[in-house]
């Protein structure tokens, strides 16, 4: 059995929007400790959705961040020499910390210039429901109701 539980983090809001969210949003974007440069990339970004949506660009991220957050996914299970994918739920931090990184990783592999560019395009995407991000969850839970079938062997 394990000691005991490690002390949660509580994460300092951002200078902008007050938001504990945004500011893990940009320690995950970030690159070699730049953090300066993850904020003004996020901050650049919010600035250009504001221009092509004229919505609050915090209340665009957000609603991109719902569509991108996964509610079950599949984790492999040996039983008996067969390797079954058993859907489970996912906790809420793990769910926001999964949406966080497949909207920066999804905003990465776009097409455009500079990251802000990419960003803001994947995340206006992302509020309308569509993109690659929405896709992957999409995916993901299609995998997970495919698997409904093995949900008994729950660990």
């Given at each position: 059995?394990?000691?005991?539980?490690?002390?949660?983090?509580?994460?300092?809001?951002?200078?902008?929007?007050?938001?504990?969210?945004?500011?893990?949003?940009?320690?995950?974007?970030?690159?070699?400790?730049?953090?300066?440069?993850?904020?003004?990339?996020?901050?650049?970004?919010?600035?250009?959705?504001?221009?092509?949506?004229?919505?609050?660009?915090?209340?665009?991220?957000?609603?991109?961040?719902e569509?991108?957050?996964?509610?079950?996914?599949?984790?492999?299970?040996?039983?008996?020499?067969?390797?079954?994918?058993?859907?489970?739920?996912?906790?809420?931090?793990?769910?926001?910390?999964?949406?966080?990184?497949?909207?920066?990783?999804f905003?990465?592999?776009?097409?455009?210039?500079?990251?802000?560019?990419?960003?803001?395009?994947?995340?206006?995407?992302?509020?309308?429901?569509?993109?690659?991000?929405?896709?992957?969850?999409?995916?993901?839970?299609?995998?997970?109701?495919?698997?409904?079938?093995?949900?008994?062997?729950?660990?």
């Open positions: 059995m394990r000691k005991r539980k490690p002390k949660k983090r509580f994460i300092q809001p951002d200078p902008r929007f007050n938001d504990p969210m945004v500011t893990q949003f940009v320690n995950n974007m970030m690159w070699e400790g730049k953090k300066s440069v993850s904020y003004a990339i996020f901050y650049d970004a919010m600035d250009r959705i504001a221009e092509k949506t004229s919505d609050n660009p915090h209340d665009v991220w957000k609603k991109a961040l569509n991108t957050m996964p509610a079950v996914e599949v984790r492999s299970k040996r039983i008996g020499g067969a390797t079954f994918q058993i859907p489970t739920e996912i906790r809420p931090a793990r769910r926001l910390s999964i949406g966080i990184k497949w909207l920066i990783r905003s990465r592999a776009r097409s455009g210039k500079g990251m802000a560019d990419k960003l803001a395009a994947e995340l206006i995407a992302a509020s309308k429901g569509e993109g690659a991000s929405v896709k992957r969850r999409e995916d993901t839970h299609r995998m997970a109701e495919a698997n409904r079938a093995f949900a008994h062997f729950k660990a």
